[in-house]
């Protein structure tokens, strides 16, 4: 394991929080727009709800304004469909959020469908979601985006390599595909019920493991010298903190990088929310 480069998301979202801090107040001197992010949280999911305290502490630190907008479990579609329209139509708001999951009966699809193009930090819309099948979406889903920034910044070469996601939501392992498959990558697409997983694994120049599943990778799945990022966030009973979806020891013996849960893609993901907010107040507010 000495000779694996880890992908320290901790110390790269730092950087990259400290570039949004110095656009935020560019903009704010060149136009005196303070850039803004609003989350609109329903339920009571205690996941969700230390999320968007970490997002709001990050979008502080930055100079952003942040807003949440909370609903209950009892809420209605129309409801969180009025608040995202008012967010819309709001001109100091940049970045809209919709925080996952919404409790059921909740129309999500409806949802994030109506945030503006224009706002949508999260990149999960389906205005978003299609530009970047285009290859050229102005606003990328934050952890996939989060990851490629990740290897852009260790100067990890994706064009030509072989990668293989193992995961397919929506917000995850299908943008994170295309993301790589933007880059040249030849990509291969796993899911939990792939059958002799370990067959595609070791093939994997570039492992993305984002399926949910408490270290279901181990090392003797992956091909020496990959790339491996772990997404996985899970809460196992009797362990004293989450684990990956990647048993990270005995990966780290195989691999030449790898991502640290936590540590390793989570501040990422908050640091390209920052990201795609300043940049939406930018797009809206453009230079004369």
Same mark, same amino acid.
């Given at each position: 394991m000495t000779d694996v480069t880890i992908?320290?998301?901790?110390?790269?979202?730092?950087?990259?929080?400290?570039?949004?801090?110095?656009?935020?107040?560019?903009?704010?001197?060149? =136009? /005196?727009?303070? =850039?803004?992010?609003?989350?609109?949280?329903?339920?009571?999911?205690?996941?969700?709800?230390?999320?968007v305290a970490m997002k709001r502490k990050a979008c502080a630190a930055a100079g952003i304004h942040s807003e949440v907008h909370i609903f209950d479990s009892a809420a209605k579609t129309d409801d969180i469909l009025a608040c995202v329209t008012d967010l819309n139509e709001n001109p100091n708001i940049h970045g809209i959020l919709v925080q996952h999951p919404l409790p059921k009966g909740i129309d999500e699809h409806a949802i994030l469908a109506a945030v503006s193009p224009d706002k949508d930090a999260d990149g999960i819309g389906r205005a978003s979601l299609g530009e970047l099948v285009k290859g050229d979406a102005p606003f990328v889903a934050c952890t996939p985006q989060g990851m490629i920034t990740l290897l852009d910044r260790y100067n990890i070469d994706i064009r030509g390599k072989h990668a293989v996601v193992i995961g397919r939501s929506v917000i995850l392992g299908k943008p994170m595909a295309l993301l790589?498959? +933007?880059?040249?990558?030849?990509?291969?697409?796993? !899911?939990?019920?792939?059958?002799?997983?370990?067959?595609?694994?070791?093939?994997?120049?570039?492992?993305?493991?984002?399926?949910?599943?408490? $270290? *279901?990778?181990?090392?003797? *799945?992956?091909?020496? /010298?990959?790339?491996?990022?772990?997404?996985?966030? +899970?809460?196992?009973?009797?362990?004293?903190?989450?684990?990956?979806?990647? !048993?990270? $020891?005995s990966c780290a013996a195989?691999?030449?990088? #790898?991502?640290?849960?936590?540590?390793?893609?989570?501040? *990422? =993901? #908050?640091?390209?929310?920052? $990201? +795609?907010?300043?940049?939406?107040?930018?797009?809206?507010?453009?230079?004369?």
């Open positions: 992908l320290d998301g901790t110390k790269t979202a730092k950087a990259i929080r400290l570039e949004v801090a110095s656009r935020v107040a560019a903009l704010k001197e060149r =136009t /005196g727009v303070t =850039t803004g992010l609003a989350a609109v949280l329903a339920g009571d999911n205690p996941a969700s709800v230390t999320y790589l498959l +933007n880059r040249d990558a030849t990509v291969t697409i796993c !899911h939990s019920k792939t059958q002799n997983l370990a067959d595609f694994t070791r093939q994997a120049d570039i492992l993305v493991a984002a399926v949910g599943k408490p $270290e *279901m990778i181990t090392g003797d *799945m992956l091909k020496p /010298g990959c790339v491996v990022l772990d997404a996985g966030y +899970n809460r196992v009973e009797g362990r004293s903190s989450d684990v990956g979806d990647c !048993h990270y $020891e195989v691999a030449s990088a #790898i991502t640290p849960v936590p540590g390793g893609v989570g501040p *990422m =993901t #908050i640091a390209t929310l920052l $990201e +795609n907010t300043v940049k939406a107040a930018e797009r809206l507010n453009p230079a004369e």
